[in-house]
């Protein structure tokens, strides 16, 4: 008895001699077991997302241990990047902490596929705080707008970009926090870049970096700069105060200038239509609602518009049509449009807001905006054949506001 005692101790020391081969112990057992685990998503202990390595492996990635994982044999790492950082990581985060003294050079990133299946990366925008577009200067009359309102929505100061994405990305301002976009990678890497511009506002971002490899469905469309997965839910252009519950009389909401991309829905199964509402509807007195793009040249110029009369700022909703008063599902006989633009929300020349859907698969819809707004409050004589001229009484959306809609999607 002893004997086997012994015989199995050397054994499990790994001592290979002809006693431990004639054993009646066939599995050799080594001293010094290997755990191995997946390098999966993970969720670290302050809410932002990581990998699972362990601490070894975190510390090579200039990463942070946030939380144990693969039932404590891992960290949690997070990797975190400043200005001039590169990352190759599922997972990365590009921060700048609340200052007003940004980089005074050219603050740019590299984000580099972290397998030669990644076709996609989402920037998460958890904070996005940089110096807004220039705005409308109310009583102090068109002169100050700039030339045809050149300047209004441009990104005069600060922008943020994607460079090296196969179909590029627009360059925006304001404040974009809850606000998201997609990046395709061209080639192995994209370069993330903002500019800043010498005012001494306060900046701050923390931007989530997600890479999802081809033909995974939660990456989205090639081509799509926003992707929304969720069967409800809301989109606003870029600058649109997301949460806003009411909209002043003389708002100096913006939407920015040159503005040309594709936002796209994942259709749920049994689903068939979707529509869209403005986020804020109009109250009593003649309140504006989240949504005004452009004006066309009629007799009725605040109305809202579509098609040909849309020549610059609109959305192209592709066969979108009214819904019915009261019922969502049924369609007026209204023919369909494509784009829709104006102060009101509808498919019709008509002053009443209304829910636009469409039933074209595959979900998606797109933005255009030019670089040439003008004053809402230009003189009458100003009119000329630019689409957003008038003279606007208080209460009336300004033409430049852009967009907050509601979606839902509805069943078959």
Same mark, same amino acid.
């Given at each position: ?8 101790? *050397? ?10 081969? $004639? ?16 390098? &999966? ?6 809410? #932002? ?52 003294? !940004? ?44 030339? #045809? ?11 943020? &970009?994607?460079?090296? &994405? ?58 799509? *700069? ?29 939407? *920015? ?8 829905? #994942? ?10 509402? !403005? ?8 309140? !504006? ?28 909703? !592709? ?71 008038? $003279? ?11 967009? &907050?809609? $509601? ?6």
């Amino acid at each position: 008895m002893e004997g086997k005692s012994l015989l199995a101790l *050397l054994c499990f020391l790994a001592i290979q001699d002809a006693q431990c081969e $004639n054993s009646n112990r066939s599995p050799k057992i080594s001293l010094f077991n290997v755990v191995t685990f997946p390098n &999966s998503n993970c969720a670290g202990i302050d809410g #932002r997302n990581g990998t699972c390595y362990t601490a070894e492996e975190c510390d090579n990635r200039n990463g942070l241990s946030n939380g144990q994982c693969a039932e404590g044999y891992g960290v949690c790492c997070v990797v975190t990047l400043a200005c001039g950082g590169s990352s190759a990581e599922n997972t990365t985060y590009l921060e700048l902490a609340a200052t007003t003294t !940004p980089p005074s050079t050219n603050c740019e990133y590299k984000l580099c596929g972290a397998n030669a299946n990644v076709c996609r990366i989402r920037f998460d925008f958890e904070v996005f705080i940089i110096d807004a577009p220039f705005v409308e200067t109310f009583g102090t009359g068109p002169g100050s707008q700039g030339l #045809r309102g050149g300047a209004i929505g441009d990104c005069v100061s600060d922008t943020f &970009s994607v460079a090296g &994405s196969q179909f590029g990305s627009p360059a925006i301002c304001g404040t974009n926090t809850g606000q998201h976009l997609y990046a395709d990678i061209n080639a192995d890497c994209i370069t993330p870049r903002f500019l800043f511009g010498g005012s001494t506002n306060t900046r701050q971002y923390r931007i989530k970096t997600t890479q999802y490899v081809c033909g995974d469905e939660m990456g989205g469309p090639i081509g799509c *700069l926003q992707y929304f997965t969720a069967v409800t839910g809301t989109v606003a252009s870029f600058n649109y105060p997301l949460g806003t519950t009411a909209i002043g009389a003389n708002p100096t909401i913006t939407h *920015l200038s040159d503005q040309h991309y594709d936002i796209c829905f #994942r259709r749920a199964s049994g689903n068939c239509r979707l529509c869209f509402s !403005p986020t804020v509807e109009n109250a009593a007195g003649n309140v !504006p609602a989240s949504y005004g793009l452009g004006l066309a040249i009629t007799a009725t110029p605040t109305f809202g518009r579509t098609g040909t009369d849309c020549t610059s700022d609109y959305l192209i909703i !592709p066969e979108g049509v009214n819904a019915a008063v009261g019922n969502p599902i049924s369609t007026s006989a209204q023919a369909n449009n494509n784009r829709i633009c104006g102060r009101v929300f509808t498919t019709a020349a008509e002053a009443i807001p209304r829910t636009i859907c469409t039933s074209r698969i595959p979900f998606s819809i797109k933005f255009r905006t030019d670089q040439d707004e003008v004053s809402k409050f230009a003189a009458a004589s100003m009119i000329v054949a630019k689409d957003e001229v008038i $003279n606007d009484a208080a209460g009336v959306s300004p033409g430049y506001l852009g967009f &907050s809609l $509601n979606f839902l999607q509805e069943a078959c």
